[in-house]
């Protein structure tokens, strides 16, 4: 099977193109390539197939193997790489997930996608469609109590449930000790991402992230989108804000007379290569069910 590593501000997943590839057991074999001493090292998998209702189908798989609905990051380097190998011409397309169909702009450099805005759409803020349980709803700066900590959360979907908290830094931050915890924590009925937040001016925060499925990242572009409309809702910072995460910066922009949210950051090759997928065992049945593309 021939692959593609990208990334987008160290968000990294493995690509493969299916509409010359076949990939039987998806959902093992993001977790074969996702692990870092014995596969080729990733965030998790993603497939870029034919679709009926946009330019192309972007279907993601996370590290352990769950179906992931949407990643800001991995979409932008989905851009990229249909531009870049010429599967397109256009640099207005649109991509169909199972978060429904976003558009994107690709900014074309010397033959090449250096960045791309992403149209993520409206911000869900009802509690029982992100999914979380809640007596009230939006659920706004809600007290919750994560590992014998507590805490105020928001939370918004962006095609992937998000909790935001505020904290006084996050450089220091025990990520990996309330991360976890924060994703299993039954007020989330489909476990959620966790995102830590240091508000620095109406302009610019920073950032760290717990993915659901595959722990702390370096990025997460829906992440960073939930969390300006969290700062937003909180009151904290102006429309557009750059946030700093670990892997890079991007610039996120709720229009709210439009009721949508515009990402954009940089996509990047990291290297091309075959692997051998013969030993990838059958899938989990739980985990897949063929989405509509």
């Not at 979409?75 to 397109?88: A, E, N, P, Q, S």
């Not at 051998?276 to 065992?281: I, K, N, T």
Request: glycine share 10%.
């Amino acid at each position: 099977m021939r692959f593609t590593k990208m990334q987008g501000i160290g968000n990294d997943y493995v690509y493969v193109n299916c509409l010359e590839e076949t990939v039987e057991n998806p959902a093992s074999l993001a977790c074969m390539v996702s692990d870092r001493h014995f596969g080729i090292g990733s965030d998790g998998l993603i497939l870029i197939r034919p679709s009926v209702q946009a330019d192309f189908f972007m279907e993601m798989f996370n590290a352990d193997g769950t179906r992931s609905a949407m990643c800001g990051n991995g979409i932008r380097c989905v851009g990229k790489y249909v531009y870049d190998h010429g599967l397109t011409d256009k640099t207005e397309i649109a991509i169909n997930t199972l978060a429904g169909v976003k558009r994107l702009e690709l900014h074309v450099e010397d033959g090449s996608v250096a960045s791309v805005t992403v149209d993520m759409g409206a911000p869900v803020l009802e509690a029982a469609r992100i999914p979380v349980v809640a007596d009230a709803s939006p659920v706004v700066a809600k007290p919750i109590e994560v590992a014998g900590r507590r805490f105020e959360m928001t939370c918004v979907s962006m095609g992937n449930p998000h909790a935001v908290v505020f904290v006084e830094g996050t450089s220091g931050f025990p990520v990996e000790e309330v991360g976890r915890p924060f994703e299993f924590h039954p007020a989330f009925p489909e476990r959620v991402n966790a995102e830590f937040v240091e508000v620095l001016s109406r302009s610019e925060v920073n950032m760290r992230v717990w993915e659901r499925g595959t722990g702390e990242t370096l990025a997460c572009g829906t992440g960073a989108c939930a969390t300006v409309v969290a700062c937003i809702l909180n009151g904290l910072t102006d429309d557009e804000v750059t946030v700093h995460l670990l892997g890079g910066d991007l610039r996120i922009r709720w229009d709210r007379e439009l009721n949508r949210v515009f990402m954009t950051g940089p996509a990047a090759t990291v290297f091309e290569g075959e692997m051998d997928v013969s030993a990838c065992p059958s899938d989990d049945p739980v985990h897949v069910t063929d989405p509509t593309w």
